[in-house]
């Protein structure tokens, strides 16, 4: 079930490039998360109590408002195969963060997944013509560290309130950081949509956030968070099936061999060596009372 959220928001590039305005990426971000989370909130009835109001704002900045701005600049000032291959870290970082802040296990087997995953990710979708760009290169790298962030503490600030009315909070809070970055950035929202792009953008709010938000931080409580921020390769190789199925857009040798790396790191991410069960003490023939022991 949380794999569903990753695979998601693989669809976002070809939901963007079909279906929305272009040049409005913050717009498409604030219509993600705003809409979305106070949806949420209005069907749940909750509101943050206590703590749980700073928690939320921090949460929902690290998760969605921080992560989706510092997205939006690498998106532009990088090509999408530099950003994707550095967003690939995110799940040896969400391993070191876990093993300090949860007190989890940092295995060898999760440092080789993790590194086979950047790799499997870098076939994929980087082109040998990539420029880099420093200001665009930190953004992405910020991104990564930022949202490995959000996951870990998403699992040690575990709330009492139904997991809807918590992904609700931090869609509002994270949509209310974006919204003025919006505004500066892109000025006022088109006069005119389409029924296009008004699609888009429902299907971007219901099911590629409040959905798939759900799903994801479901995982979140569920997993370990670096199970769950595996899941996240799905992302990109989604997004490439989808442009050779759906765009016409052909696939090299390279990108197959990348994919299958990809899901290799994920298998082997997700699948842990169990020791073996002790074998239960047999239990005596006769029972010895108490005061004859």
Known sequence: MTALAPAIWGTTYLVTTELLPPGRPLLAAVVRALPAGLLLVALTRRLPKGVWWWRALVLGAL???????????????????????????QPLLVAGLSAGLLGERFSARTAIAAVAGVAGVSLLVLRADARLDAIG??????????????VVLSKRWTSPAPL??????????????????????????????TSANLTGYAYLAIIGSAI??????????????????????????????L????????????????GLVVVAALITAQTQRRRPA?????????LIPADQC
């Open 137 to 150: 290169v930190a953004a992405a790298a910020g991104g990564a560290v930022v949202m490995a962030t959000g």
């Open 63 to 89: 998760n969605i408002g921080v992560f989706f701005a510092l997205l939006f600049v690498g998106a532009y000032r990088l090509p999408g195969g530099v950003a994707a291959t550095i967003g690939a870290v």
């Open 164 to 193: 809807l009315a918590t992904t609700g909070w931090q869609l509002v809070a994270g949509g209310l950081l974006l919204l003025p970055v919006a505004l500066l950035v892109e000025g006022p929202p088109p006069a005119t949509l």
């Open 212 to 241: 798939a938000y759900a799903l994801w931080f479901r995982g979140i409580r569920a997993l370990s968070p670096t199970h769950v921020t595996f899941l996240g390769l799905l992302s990109p190789l989604v997004a490439t099936t």
């Open 278 to 286: 002790k074998r239960p003490r047999p239990l005596p023939d006769r």
């Open 243 to 258: 442009g050779w199925l759906a765009l016409g857009q052909s696939l090299s040798v390279a990108q197959i061999v990348g």
